[in-house]
């Protein structure tokens, strides 16, 4: 069974459209991330949640929005798509904020 | 600089070969973990070390707090293990952030 799910796994859009990918985990975690990989294979944090509550917000466009719905969701919502913005999206969940992370298989976007 | 250091960047071994990379950080931590990143871009969490050594079947993991080091060691290598290899450090100052590394890209040739 797989622990940390994202869809989709490819999306490609256009300059400007809103588009969402969806994060799930059923290892029962309090914890789940949103990272964005660069194009020099960095691995930024964008945000973090805590059971349900925003714990990291880092330096993001506000066109990112995440949301929670429950502690096993994390969504990410990005308005206004931007080319600058196609990259791997990963998600990430840790049974605390201390724990180990385990990721999903990321989500490729491309902004045409 | 950067907070995390990991050497080489690149490595090509032949199979079977013990294979070592290197991790060196300049911040205090309260746990380093090792992540493999494989060709289709998936990462898969290998270990969550805070002191001394771990092994999982053919990885070792080691840390050294003193000297701010970590290794991760690989024996009898497979072309199955080529991926990239993510050395990041949990700040002692945050209990959230991980500080990443460049990775280090393996490649392991039959």
């Known amino acids: 069974d797989t622990a940390v799910s994202q869809t989709p796994k490819y999306l490609v859009t256009q300059m400007g459209n809103d588009k969402s990918i969806k994060c799930e985990q059923n290892l029962g975690h309090d914890t789940m991330y949103w990272y964005k990989q660069d194009s020099k294979k960095f691995l930024k944090i964008m945000f973090s949640?805590?059971?349900?509550?925003?714990?990291i917000n880092e330096t993001v466009p506000n066109r990112f929005s995440p949301k929670s719905p429950d502690k096993a969701h994390l969504n990410l919502h990005i308005n206004s798509l931007e080319l600058g913005d196609s990259a791997v999206y990963f998600c990430a969940s840790s049974h605390t904020s201390l724990g180990a992370q385990y990721f999903g298989p990321g989500t490729r976007l491309l902004v045409l | 600089k950067n907070e995390v250091e990991q050497s080489p960047q690149n490595l090509t071994a032949q199979e079977g070969e013990f294979i070592t990379i290197n991790c060196s950080y300049s911040v205090g931590i309260s746990a380093l973990h090792w992540l493999q990143q494989h060709p289709g871009g998936g990462i898969v969490s290998l270990f969550m070390?805070?002191?001394?050594?771990k092994k999982h079947g053919r990885l070792i993991a080691t840390i050294n707090i003193q000297e701010k080091h970590s290794s991760l060691h690989i024996t009898a290598s497979h072309p199955r293990d080529s991926a990239v290899y993510i050395c990041a450090v949990r700040s002692g100052d945050s209990n959230y952030q991980l500080i990443w590394g460049a990775g280090t890209k393996l490649i392991i040739k039959p």
């Open positions: 949640y805590n059971n349900k509550e925003l714990i």
């Open positions: 070390l805070s002191s001394g050594k």
